[in-house]
């Protein structure tokens, strides 16, 4: 989930839903200055019992938080409380259980993304040295209770942890037991940006299944292989799934738009502060009817905030987000924007890749959602065989992608070797969630505690 960040213009008052389309207009970049943005999450523990640490206490969050200064990050604060940091590697946030997030500065090709996480990584293990804690690279919590987790003081999360339990059976969990990685990536036109979103939308389940990695809960296997992706599928279904219309003729800019305009509402905010919206119509805040700000008309700010409370297996906000693996350690972090770049900053690749996926029907896009979860790899492809086999065929095409792209670090190497932990689950059939079963019911004796010496940072 996204920090409040505001830029240049965001007090322009918005008159017209004309104003709210041009925000995805204005994404738009030529070829060269397409950029990769990687985001990843972790959780935070203490070393000595696994604890998660609460915010205030010596050695936890806030410390943390305030230890990252010595790098040059800078604290961005919210009522007092230090609640992110900024610096030249991008941002550095909480979500609502402490999960440590770093969104990265947008780059110009994987080697330098790598190099980032890697910087980042480093700053986590030598702090957490220092305080007692250490980082666990998982897509859920293996052995929390909702009730043993924290809450960081961040107004947003107050509405949504309130919100949550009236729209679905899951929402909670998703705040607060939940990491993923994710990758945010360009595009050139409108017709680029149907082409992407339709290609990433259809492959997300793969994406899952390549990094499924969240098999236990509270200590016992919980029947899937990505418990993470199971969990949007009850958090809340008016701001969540695989958004059909992404697939019909003549999708653009204004049926997102559209799209936005009919989640409802989480806050406004205003002189510091969150008001508690959730549950509103922007259509009635666009229309100066808001209840909780009867008269006003939103600001450009408040339809970015808006949008970043959506959220569907790929987001647009002026860029395309890929929203649908599981959290990971760090060679997973540098192979997901590999898998994504290669197949969408190649036209060649791209295409390969909507030949592959233009014939599914709504029913195949469904279907893959459902069945992911629990079945990974082994799920059935719309192509037959299983997406085992499918995903061999998308990482063909990602690599061609990122040859095509020719870029390369000082060594010589291309871009292509950041696929390689991904050839290997493909090869193998073994993704993370089935490794780490096969370790809990054979060596590890039932015993979750072990994950903490296999899956840290």
Known sequence: MSNKV??????????????????????????????????????????????APSYSEPGGIRDLLMAMTRYGWEPILEGGNVIALKGADGNISLEPAGQFELSGAPLENLHQTCAESNRHLKQCRELGAELGLGFLGLGFWPDKTRAELPIMPKGRYDIMLRHMPRVGSLGLDMMLRTCTIQTNLDYGSEADMAQKFRVSLALQPIATALFANSSFTEGKLNGF???????????????????PFVFEDGFGYEHYTDYALDVPMYFVYRDGK???AAGLSFRDFLAGKLSVLPGEKP????????????????????????RGADGGRWDRICALPALWVGLLYDQTALDAAWDLVKHWTPEDHDRLRREVPALALGAASPNGGTLKD????????????LAARARLNNAGDTEQGFLNP??????????????LLALYNGSWGGDISRVYETESY
């Open 225 to 243: 292989k990505s418990f993470r992706s199971h969990i949007w599928t009850d958090t809340d279904p008016a701001r969540t799934g695989i958004l």
């Open 299 to 322: 600001r450009l700010g408040d339809w970015k905030d808006h949008l970043s409370t959506a959220f569907p297996e790929v987001r647009m906000k002026g860029y395309l987000e890929m």
């Open 6 to 51: 505001t830029s240049a213009g965001d007090d322009m008052i918005i008159e017209s839903r004309d104003q709210l389309v041009s925000v995805f207009d204005a994404g738009a970049k030529p070829r060269d200055a397409w950029r990769i943005g990687t985001e990843h999450e972790k959780f935070v523990y203490r070393t000595e019992d696994h604890r």
């Open 422 to 435: 991904l050839r290997e689950i493909v090869a193998s059939g073994m993704t993370t969630a089935d490794r």
């Open 390 to 401: 499918l995903a061999a065929e998308v990482l063909k095409i990602s690599d061609a992608g």
């Open 274 to 276: 969150y008001i508690d």
